[in-house]
């Protein structure tokens, strides 16, 4: 009997020495990783959101004439009004074109003067606003609207060779958005 307790014996020693470095390892494995907390913060910021403004504009007489007349003689004066608004939200740079013919003998004869608010813009013969380019009206704010009184005028001085004459303009007013700006909050 002796002889068969001895080599059950040995087996479960060698079981054991196996098992108890494993079960070891295990455990150090659990430690390892149940001691590895982090902390952790975060936060949120909604609601962001930016938007587009508009460049807009009113003209009062649009696809219009402003001023027209017939049968002009020498001294006469022909007066038009146009407002000009800018509707849009943004705040914007206007310009003013002309596209005129100016079928005269003497061209300076035929003058045109644009004012607002009583004081004069510009003033010179009809065909010349824009010979160097767009005329600038300056910075409309948002919403801003101004009244521009064109006045065309034939010399008390035209003589006979201005009989029968004729002169056409077309004007075309241009915003262009300010310059961009940047917003720090």
């Given at each position: 009997?002796?002889?068969?307790?001895?080599?059950?014996?040995?087996?479960?020693?060698?079981?054991?020495?196996?098992?108890?470095?494993?079960?070891?390892?295990?455990?150090?494995?659990?430690?390892?990783?149940?001691?590895?907390?982090?902390?952790?913060?975060?936060?949120?910021?909604?609601?962001?959101?930016?938007?587009?403004?508009?460049?807009?504009?009113?003209?009062?007489?649009?696809?219009?004439?402003?001023?027209?007349?017939?049968?002009?003689?020498?001294?006469?004066?022909?007066?038009?009004?146009?407002?000009?608004?800018?509707?849009?939200?943004l705040a914007a740079a206007?310009?003013?074109?002309?596209?005129?013919?100016?079928?005269?003998?003497?061209?300076?004869?035929?003058?045109?003067?644009?004012?607002?608010?009583?004081?004069?813009?510009?003033?010179?013969?009809?065909?010349?606003?824009?010979?160097?380019?767009?005329?600038?009206?300056?910075?409309?704010?948002?919403?801003?609207?101004?009244?521009?009184?064109?006045?065309?005028?034939?010399?008390?001085?035209?003589?006979?060779?201005?009989?029968?004459?004729?002169?056409?303009?077309?004007?075309?007013?241009?915003?262009?958005?300010?310059?961009?700006?940047?917003?720090?909050?």
């Amino acid at each position: 009997m002796n002889t068969t307790a001895l080599p059950a014996a040995a087996p479960a020693r060698s079981r054991m020495r196996i098992i108890v470095p494993l079960a070891g390892l295990l455990v150090a494995a659990a430690i390892t990783v149940g001691s590895g907390a982090d902390f952790v913060a975060n936060s949120v910021n909604t609601g962001n959101a930016y938007s587009t403004g508009t460049l807009l504009q009113e003209n009062s007489k649009a696809n219009n004439a402003i001023f027209n007349l017939g049968n002009l003689k020498p001294g006469d004066v022909v007066n038009g009004k146009v407002t000009i608004k800018n509707s849009g939200t943004l705040a914007a740079a206007f310009t003013l074109s002309e596209n005129a013919v100016n079928g005269f003998a003497d061209k300076d004869k035929l003058t045109l003067t644009i004012s607002t608010g009583g004081a004069t813009v510009w003033t010179g013969t009809l065909g010349a606003l824009t010979a160097g380019g767009p005329f600038s009206l300056g910075t409309f704010a948002a919403g801003e609207a101004r009244e521009y009184t064109f006045s065309v005028a034939l010399a008390s001085t035209a003589g006979n060779e201005e009989q029968g004459k004729s002169a056409t303009a077309t004007y075309t007013w241009n915003s262009t958005q300010t310059a961009a700006t940047t917003t720090n909050q």
